[in-house]
């Protein structure tokens, strides 16, 4: 079983289905073209293990298709994308102290967690 994504026409995944292999052909075309046909989108094939495009794609990401990689949203507005990692980081790095914490983006701080009584 191979995984695929549906994009929309500004290459954000709407939509991503288990599918069949890759290097199985249907009516003589590949799965991507056949289940794109088929959904009248683009069909790119993603994976799990990241060894396809970078990471597997989610709803919502978009695809890139000169890093052929999907991108995760930016989750809040200070984050600065990485170019290579391709992943969005803080503008402030994550506490190595051990304890949890939670992005506050009022404040572009990290706010920790407390404990559960």
């Known amino acids: 079983m191979a995984h695929y994504a549906f994009l929309n026409a500004n290459n ?11 290097d199985q052909l249907i009516d003589g075309i590949s799965p991507e ?15 799990y293990h990241g ?3 970078v990471r597997y794609a989610g709803i919502g990401y978009r695809y890139d298709e000169t890093r052929d990689a999907f991108i995760p949203p930016q989750p809040y507005l200070s984050w600065i994308f990485n170019e290579t990692t391709l992943k ?24 920790e967690v407390e404990p559960a009584p």
């Open 12 to 22: 954000i995944v709407t939509d991503v289905i288990v599918g069949i292999d890759e």
């Open 33 to 47: 073209e056949w289940y794109g046909q088929l959904r009248g989108q683009k069909c790119l094939r993603t994976s």
């Open 51 to 53: 060894n396809i495009r």
């Open 88 to 111: 969005w980081d803080p503008p402030v790095p994550y506490p190595s102290d051990g304890k949890t914490y939670i992005w506050n983006e009022s404040i572009q701080q990290w706010a």
